[in-house]
């Protein structure tokens, strides 16, 4: 089952390049909001339980430690997520040496993707080598991230908060933020040149198809 899922979301994002077009640089919350301010004031890393890791375990003394944490809770079953993927990937291998430490976060809305041998399955397939929780109970994400199973939180180790986002794009504002809070943490560190757009729907100028209303066959979206 697991198999199928991978298999429609990627074949919705070949027959489609243009229907789920990411806003590349405009689509960040901004701190002039006082709601996203709050949260990020408010926000307190989760408590990870031992036995719940996926791989390459962390222990909550490591969270955040002496590195910047980029927190990204998702559902490798929902096409959304396949978006920022690429990012992820460019992100961990460019950064990981330079003091990012990448926490993926799984929670899914499926039975099938929340399975400890399912979701390892999808981790080696789609090259995921990052560190991976399994929050197939969804104990996170209600107090964490909401209803909004993508969502990324960039935590500097030095100071709150950095960085809130749900969903896809804001990959060019995360990635500068991201160089700010390494510097901040490791004064004279040299950054490589950001990376460029990693979809060829994130370009601009690029045609985009008017989307049609998310469907899932047999499961309430709001539940």
């Known amino acids: 089952m697991l198999k199928f899922l991978i298999l429609v979301c990627s074949l919705c994002l070949i027959t489609h390049p243009g229907l789920y077009a990411a806003d590349f640089s405009t689509s960040a919350d901004t701190g002039d909001d006082s709601d996203y301010l709050q949260r990020l004031n408010q926000f307190v890393l989760p408590v990870f339980e031992n036995d719940l890791w996926l791989q390459h375990p962390l222990t909550q003394s490591q969270l955040p430690g002496d590195r910047v944490v980029l927190l990204h809770h998702f559902d490798s079953c929902d096409e959304t997520f396949y978006h920022t993927l690429p990012y992820l990937k460019v992100w961990w291998q460019r950064y990981r040496d330079l003091g990012l430490l990448l926490v993926g976060i799984h929670s899914s809305r499926y039975a099938d993707c929340s399975t400890t041998e399912n979701i390892q399955y999808g981790l ?3 090259g995921i080598d990052w560190p991976v929780y399994n929050d197939a109970q969804r104990q996170l994400l209600q107090p964490w991230a909401g209803r909004h199973t993508l969502r990324q939180w960039l935590v500097d180790p030095t100071g709150p908060t950095v960085f809130d986002h749900y969903g896809d794009g804001a990959y060019q504002k995360l990635e500068e933020l ?30 985009v198809y008017p989307a049609t209303a998310k469907m899932q066959f047999g499961h309430a979206w709001d539940a």
């Open 124 to 126: 080696h397939r789609l």
């Open 178 to 207: 991201m160089g700010i809070s390494l510097q901040k943490l490791r004064p004279g560190v040299t950054l490589p040149t950001a990376a460029t757009r990693q979809r060829p729907e994130d370009h601009p100028n690029v045609v």
